[in-house]
Every structure is written in C-alpha cells, then in structure tokens.
C-alpha cells in the first residue's frame, strides 16, 4: 500500500484524530494509538488497522516510554490543546531535535497560536468561527450544523492526513521531518473555499437558504414520496432540469421559468404535490438512466445493497458484521487494503509494540507490575 513502512505513533484522542490515524492505516501505515491505562472502554470507533499501547502518562516512566516510542516513529499525532505535550517534555521541538526526521502532527480545534488556542471547543464552535455556519440552514431558521463532518472530518481528521503525507513527500528529499499545526477552523474555511471564491459571482447574495446551493431552489432539494422515504434533486443545469420536468410529468410552459427566484415557493410546492404521489423505488424507475439528477436519499442500512455501490464495492462489512465505508479514493497500483477485524482492545499489543521498540522482557514485566503500562493480551484472547 502506498503508506507502507510508515510508523504512527497516535496519542488517543476524540473523532478528529481516530480518523486521521484511520486513513493512514487504511492505506498501508502502522498505527499504533496510545491509550491511558486505567480506562474501561475506548471511545475511539476509527481504529480499523490500529494497534493499542496503554501507557500510564501520569507517570514519568511511562512519559519515558511515549518518548522512545516517538523517537523510533516517523508520525507522531497529538490531538492535545496547547501546551500538554510540552508539560512532559514531548513537545515537537524536543522530539524533533533528537529525531530531525519526525512529522508532528498538531491536531486541534483553534490550531497553536491565537487568543482561542487553550480555549475547549467541539465542532460546531469550530465551524462558527470558520464563517460557513452563518451559511448553513434554512431560510428564516437559525443556522444549522451538519452533523459534526465538516470541522472535526473534513477540515480535521482529513485534513490533517492530507497534510502528514504531505510532509513525508517533503521528506523524501529533504531527509527533513517537520511540524504540522493543523487547526480544524482553518481546515473548515479552506475545504470552504468555493464559498468564499464564488461570491464575487452572485452565488451568495441572498439569505441564507434562499440562494442556489442552500435549499433555496426547488431543483436542488429533498422531497418525500409516498412511502414517507425521500429523493434528492440536483437538476440545476437547463438541459438536466428539463429531464427533471418531463420525469414529473409536468408541462413547461405551466410552470414558471427557472430560475425566477420569485417564483421558486410555488415551483417547490409543485415538485412536493407530485413527489408525494409515488414511491421512492418508482421513481427510479423513472430517473434512472436519465440525466435528472434525482436520487434515493439512503439509508445508513440501505446504502450496502444500492446496485450503484454494489457494483464498486463502496461499502464493506468487517469481521462484526458492521457497514462502513471503503477508502477512497481508489488507487490503481497501490490501493488501501482496510482491515477487516475487530478493532483493537486498549492495551492490547502493549507486550508485542515495546519488545519491536527494543524494550527487552525483563523490562516489560517491570513496567506492567509497576503499573506503568497495561497489557491485556488475556482478555483479547476471549
């Protein structure tokens, strides 16, 4: 795979990093995620591929450890606010001085520097401060977030993967490691970016929810069918909009143009009147095949036997039976080969990680009765 050979060192965290530390696992590295000890339960659902290492960082012999683990790895990725790796004398300055080839990656919501950078904050404060939460929702409704995929996914966890093979790449002829301060609000704007380099085109002049792309069209929407499912409706362009027309079974010349924006309220009340009079599985019928640009809205349980993603294999199911999605994008020579097992148990390769790290036996079984590291090979083997 295309990250073979890389080393991550992951220091758990929430959805962000899990995330980042999934792609790169997905697509060749070893990831290895170091969890506290003393914990009961992961929170982290993105540890396909992973290993786990519970360290005691309370401890300074289990800081010691982190460190030797950090200074033989090619990633390190920290999800930390501000100033707690270097409280235990890990920060990337330090590591990257005794390793000058180590990538430290920075994954946090305001990013390294700034009046935000200590403050705590979740997705939606993130995408606040990123402007695109002023543009999202309906029209005369509050802005709304969408789930919680653009700041810690996109412009997080994404973002910051995208960053890390970036720095390797730059490492290849530089020999030189790197930091990377990946801030989920910056990450948010720049995945944001068509709205800011489309407004000088008109695209955002109006409300929110009332321009082209916000739910304002009635050609670019959702509408329930008679079975109480829904289709989405894209059909912008005029040579689209028309097939979407002749698919209604509707006469062009009884609706209003277009794109008379005056008139998209009585259009959208239309498109719902004939929506509702056929099922979802009806109307592909219809549109299938045509350029409409209507779709199912599917279900996270649907979206496996759609004979679209059927076809490509878009989605997998791994060893507990769960659905979750290929990686992507697809690579011809180098494609990712996701594991298929369980995800791991926290402390699970503790033994295996440390003797690979040079740690040699009589040391393990000093650190684990010390409570420094936990190892729980006994109940992985259940």
């Given at each position: ?22 792609i790169?696992?997905?697509?060749g ?12 339960m992961?929170?982290?659902t ?18 010691a450890?982190?460190?030797r ?14 100033g ?26 305001y ?11 979740h997705?939606i404060?993130y995408?606040?401060?990123s ?14 977030a ?10 997080g ?10 720095a ?17 609000v910056?990450g ?38 008679s ?16 097939q979407?027309?002749?698919?209604l ?5 009884d ?24 099922t ?29 993603n ?5 989605f ?28 791991p148990f ?7 990680v440390?003797?690979?790290?040079g ?11 010390a ?10 083997r259940l």
């Open positions: 795979m295309a990250l073979a050979g890389v080393r991550v060192i992951e220091l758990a965290g929430l959805a962000p990093a899990p995330f980042c530390g999934m790169l696992s997905d697509f590295a070893r990831v290895i995620r170091v969890d506290r000890t003393k914990v009961a992961t929170v982290d993105q540890a396909r591929g992973k290993q786990s290492v519970a360290l005691n960082l309370k401890s300074p012999k289990g800081v450890v982190l460190k683990l950090c200074l033989q790895s090619d990633v390190v990725l920290e999800p930390y606010r501000k707690v790796m270097e409280k235990m004398g890990l920060g990337p300055e330090d590591l990257i001085k005794e390793n000058p080839r180590l990538i430290y990656a920075r994954l946090t919501g990013g390294q520097s700034g009046s935000y950078a200590k403050a705590a904050g997705d404060n995408l606040a401060m402007g695109l939460l002023s543009m999202l929702g309906r029209s005369s409704e509050k802005p709304y969408p789930l919680n995929l653009v700041a810690d996914f996109a412009g966890g994404l973002m910051c993967a995208f960053g890390i093979v970036l390797l790449l730059e490492r290849s002829r530089s020999g030189q490691g790197q930091i990377i301060d990946a801030s989920m910056e948010a704007a720049y995945v944001g970016s068509f709205m800011w380099k489309s407004r000088s085109i008109g695209l955002w002049n109006r409300p929110r929810g009332e321009n082209l792309l916000d739910s304002g069209a009635p050609f670019y929407d959702t509408y329930r069918t079975d109480g499912k829904y289709v989405a409706v894209g059909a912008i362009e005029p040579q689209f909009y028309q979407l027309i002749q698919g079974g509707l006469d062009d010349t609706l209003p143009s277009q794109m008379s924006v005056t008139d998209w309220p009585q259009l959208r009340q239309t498109f719902t009147q004939v929506f509702a009079t056929k979802q599985a009806e109307w592909g019928q219809i549109f299938d095949g045509t350029d409409a640009c209507v779709t199912p809205v599917l279900s996270q349980d649907e979206v496996l036997s759609h004979s679209h059927q076809a490509r294999g878009s997998l199911k791994d060893s507990q039976g769960e659905i979750s999605p290929r990686p992507a994008p697809v690579l011809s020579r180098s494609p990712a080969e996701p594991c298929g097992s369980r995800d926290i402390g699970e390769h503790t033994r295996p440390l003797k690979e790290y740690f040699d036996q009589a040391q393990i079984e000093q650190l684990l009765s409570g420094i590291v936990e190892c729980n090979e006994a109940k992985a």
